[in-house]
């Protein structure tokens, strides 16, 4: 039995290898489906890991008070916009001393500017950095971390010291390279900070660059940028992920009595949930997965009929091979088994080729748009098995119509 089956293995590689031409064409068609299905899972995961860790990072017993309750807001669709004013620095600075949930820790920040140029010694930056102004709770709240040296104390913000956290890029790449960044001396539109601490790398989102970031103390910040209507971002922490619910609507109250609502107004302020962003990712990506399948089993649903086509072809030409088989005592199953174990054989080299170039194609485009890559697992276990099933339905009708043949007639065929 064992010996049966090597030998139509053998006869299989061998009648791939005297088709070669014919084999790679058809390699390809099954490659382009699996192909298109991995690369575009491939680019989900993608997609899915990086804003995960984003804003899984924040932890699920966050929230934040904006002015909206998503930074971009949606134009369009014949709706008329509502204009909700800014997050003042008193509104935001009367929310946190009548906030009074118990176990809530409340952060105020704001963005200073986005293009902002710092010097250290003789070298600078592009214009490029991100400077914003925080307290001693945002690093906490913000789900950041500090590699080298600390965050603020309670001292260096009611102090408005001059110290500063930078990103990342600054210490690996950036102006400190070469040197250790803890206690170097800095400066921003000629005032002068001392760095006292290094963020953990965070990488980039859509293009957003986090690492060239500068976080100083929120006084400091506002004394040295004084632009008209800057907008703060209000954000806290509940210590206990179950009192959640409750410690928002709390939050919701205790805006609407510092924006002075009636009772029956709507709000004029945002509130978003660290685990409302989360599950909103988990929607978009599911959405984005089931795109995926339905393109990749169309395109795969193509790739089967051709690879049918081709063996019913094969079957035919070799229809004279089949019937001098049968004639030496092969089996009905035996010759459908060698057709068969070609068929399979076919369809996984091309579902290999298909999650080689998937995975790369996928990775391109990850690192193209600054998306942290992953290996898709489940889209290569998916491409295997899809492969298998298109072999097994696309590789039957022609076996059983070889095995079927009638010998004398095989014989006779020319």
Known sequence: MIGLFRENIKIATGSIRTQL?????????????????????????????????????MGSNTFNINQYENTNRRHGGGEIEKINPIISYPEAKAFKAMYDYPMTHTSLSFTATTTAEVKYENQKTDPEITVMGVDDYFLTNSGLEVTQGRSFNTFDIQNNTYSCIVGSDFATKGLLKDVNPIGKTISVRGAKFKVIGVLKEKGSTFGNRQDLRMLIPIQVARSMFSKPNI??????????????????????????????????????????????????????????????????????????????????VSVTERTREIGVRKALGAKRSTIAFQF???????????????????????????????????????????????????????????????SQLDPIEALRYE
Not at 258 to 285: C, H, M, Q, Y
């Open 231 to 312: 907008n703060y971002t209000i954000s806290s922490m509940v210590d206990k992920t179950e009192l959640l619910d409750e410690a928002v609507d709390h939050a919701v109250t205790t805006m609407r009595k510092v924006r002075k609502l009636n009772p029956v107004a709507e709000n004029n302020f945002g509130v978003s949930r660290s685990d409302d962003l989360i599950n909103r990712i988990a929607e978009i990506t599911g959405v984005l997965n089931i795109s995926a399948w339905i393109i990749g089993i169309i395109t795969i649903f193509g790739s089967s009929i051709a690879l049918m086509n081709i063996m019913l």
């Open 340 to 402: 068969f174990v070609e068929t399979l054989i076919i369809g996984q080299l091309g579902g290999l080729v298909g999650i080689i170039l998937g995975i790369i194609t996928g990775y391109l485009i990850a690192v193209a748009i600054d998306f942290s890559f992953v290996i898709p697992w489940l889209a290569i276990m998916a491409a295997v098995i899809t492969t298998f099933i298109v072999a097994v339905v696309s590789g039957s009708y022609p076996a059983i119509k070889a």
């Open 21 to 57: 031409l014919r084999t790679i064409l058809t390699i390809l068609i099954i490659a382009l489906g699996i192909w298109a299905l991995v690369g575009i899972l491939t680019v989900v995961s993608a997609l899915q890991n990086t804003l995960s860790s984003n804003f899984a990072s």
